[in-house]
């Protein structure tokens, strides 16, 4: 469990702070433990509301520009007038772009990002006003046409309002981040109605662990925001779609082909976002602030053309998994929003990159399935089929978060049957991605700042190990070699570096370093007969390979060499290894 109540509030999250009375009679009722579980369900609560009140203005939003609510703004938007197609896109970006000149910075930023440093580095702070602030632009945005998904809002106020409490009641750093990832997680849960899917995603990417104890926190808040939006806004799954199931052998191959390609993909999305960030970062500075306004007039030109790429691309996807769309948009369209998507985020469009990665998969899958049916007449499953696969497929490409993708994906659909080559394509193209692209498309950005977060892997799984910092020793002399020799070669030897003494058969018998020779020389006149079995040291306790690097580092913390011998379990020298190597390279 988090640790206790300790530190202070941090200044950016005053603002709306209770009365002193209240806080009073809250620590004065509950203790300790039961007053974060109070807290937990207060985040989810308040994430819940959260996502119904934005909800609303976006459905009033697009009602108002589009003469239709949130599920059908793709309809909406197509029959609207190329002139509105244009403006309202305008119109968007340039509240952007008048928000960052009034509060002084721009709201760009990867939000996800932005939470798990907040949880990792900044022990559960986030500035409780900008959160709200970018999540209502961000929602307002969005409605108006940013290519961008409308989860980024909800996702940021449930965080805040995690970390807001947690300041209030000053709430130790343990507890702050838990009380961080619940908010999030209830934001996902809430948005799309999937109570599972976002507590995994809570866990494997936000708090990188499926710890029990982090697992009850997590699990609360989300059932309470999803019991809230299930309440207030709907209770069913968020794309209803025909019933499909793979099951032959051949479609469970086609499944694990999907998954390669998408994977490729997956890296693709990942790369594509940030070389557009890096990119744009490179403009002057006194552009950045009108950046939203110049991507958002990019927007409203190609939806003159049509209006696909506008939104969060909700129909599209829909359309895809009932295998509507035609296969050229199904090819088109894809790359088409993620350049988009990229110029968007890139320029300060505050928004979600989970929605559109989600448009990005089904429209892949769904080409795939179409020329699988072309290659295949009457043979192949229906591309909608395919189509989910890929929203799947690609959501753990991005994130290398497989086990949230499945059952997030299995919780907006609910198509049970299509479980096991979703598993399937989603691992796959977990591991391609990864293969390709080492970042997922959160720790990308945090990388950038040389901000490191814990693998979300067991550590003794993804450590290199002893033989992977293995140096070879080349350098060793028998016990019977002279002192003038053994000086010389010590002298050759690169900084660190000692010299070994072993036998014919290349086992271990000492160490002879440089420093130790020092003020202990025998003799002038016995120098001659000295040899390096008389100033060798046998005390130097060597390193196997079957040792941890944590185990290895506890070694030199016993010793004053920078290197120590590798030996076999026979005490074969096979090589040395570095303090410094370990230092950089070993995860501990």
């Not at 300790?6 to 603002?15: E, I, K, N, Q, Y």
Request: glycine share 12%.
């Amino acid at each position: 469990m988090p640790e206790p109540a300790s530190g202070a509030v941090h200044p950016d999250l005053r603002t709306g702070v209770p009365s002193p009375w209240l806080r009073r009679i809250l620590r004065g009722l509950l203790g300790q433990e039961r007053r974060f579980w109070v807290l937990v369900v207060g985040v989810g609560l308040i994430s819940g509301l959260g996502a119904v009140a934005l909800l609303a203005v976006l459905r009033f939003t697009q009602h108002l520009f589009w003469q239709t609510n949130s599920e059908h703004f793709l309809e909406g938007a197509l029959a609207s007038p190329g002139w509105r197609r244009f403006l309202v896109p305008v119109l968007g970006g340039a509240l952007v772009t008048l928000v960052s000149l009034v509060v002084g910075q721009p709201l760009r930023g990867h939000g996800t990002a932005g939470i798990i440093e907040s949880i990792w580095v900044k022990s559960g702070r986030l500035p409780f006003p900008r959160a709200l602030l970018r999540g209502f632009v961000s929602i307002i945005a969005v409605a108006l046409g940013a290519p961008l998904g409308r989860e980024g809002a909800l996702l940021q106020t449930g965080a805040a309002s995690g970390s807001a409490m947690s300041g209030w009641l000053k709430l130790g750093p343990g507890q702050a981040r838990v009380l961080v990832a619940c908010g999030a997680s209830a934001g996902i849960a809430s948005a799309y109605n999937v109570p599972i899917g976002a507590a995994l995603f809570g866990l494997e990417v936000l708090l990188g662990s499926f710890a029990l104890e982090l697992f009850g926190p997590i699990v609360v808040s989300c059932v309470v925001a999803t019991l809230v939006s299930r309440t207030l806004i709907a209770d069913h799954p968020s794309y209803v779609i025909p019933h499909y199931a793979l099951t032959h052998p051949r479609e469970l191959l086609l499944a694990l082909i999907l998954g390669v390609l998408v994977g490729g993909a997956s890296a693709l999305y990942v790369r594509g976002i940030n070389f557009t960030s890096d990119l744009l970062d490179k403009l002057p500075s006194w552009l950045t602030p009108f950046m939203p306004l110049v991507a958002m007039t990019v927007v409203g030109a190609t939806a003159i053309a049509g209006p696909y790429l506008m939104g969060n691309g909700y129909d599209s996807v829909n359309m895809a998994l009932h295998g509507t769309l035609p296969l050229t948009l199904l090819l088109i369209l894809p790359l088409a929003k993620l350049a988009v998507t990229s110029l968007c985020a890139g320029a300060g469009v505050p928004g979600g990159l989970f929605t559109p990665s989600l448009f990005f998969g089904a429209l892949l899958g769904g080409a795939f399935g179409m020329l699988v049916e072309r290659a295949l007449p009457g043979g192949a499953a229906p591309s909608g089929a395919y189509a989910l696969l890929g929203m799947g497929a690609v959501l753990a490409g991005t994130t290398h978060a497989s086990v949230s993708a499945v059952l997030m994906i299995f919780e907006m659909t609910g198509d049970y049957d299509l479980i096991l080559p979703l598993m399937l394509a989603a691992v796959v193209a977990a591991v391609v991605s990864r293969r390709l692209e080492p970042e997922s498309l959160y720790t990308s950005v945090l990388a950038k700042r040389d901000v490191r977060v814990p693998a979300s892997v067991p550590h003794w799984l993804r450590e290199e190990g002893v033989r992977s910092l293995l140096s070879p020793a080349t350098q060793r002399v028998p016990p019977s070699a002279p002192f003038d020799e053994v000086v010389v070669l010590l002298l050759e030897q690169p900084a660190g570096a000692d010299l070994y003494v072993t036998d014919a058969e290349g086992r271990l018998l000492g160490v002879i370093t440089l420093d130790a020779l020092k003020g202990h020389l025998p003799d002038h006149s016995l120098l001659q007969a000295t040899v390096a079995a008389d100033v060798m040291d046998t005390g130097v306790q060597p390193i196997t390979p079957d040792l941890s690097l944590a185990e290895v580092a506890a070694r030199f913390g016993h010793t004053e060499l920078d290197r120590l011998p590798v030996v076999d379990g026979r005490r074969h020298l096979l090589g040395s290894l570095s303090k410094g190597d370990l230092l950089k390279r070993g995860r501990f």
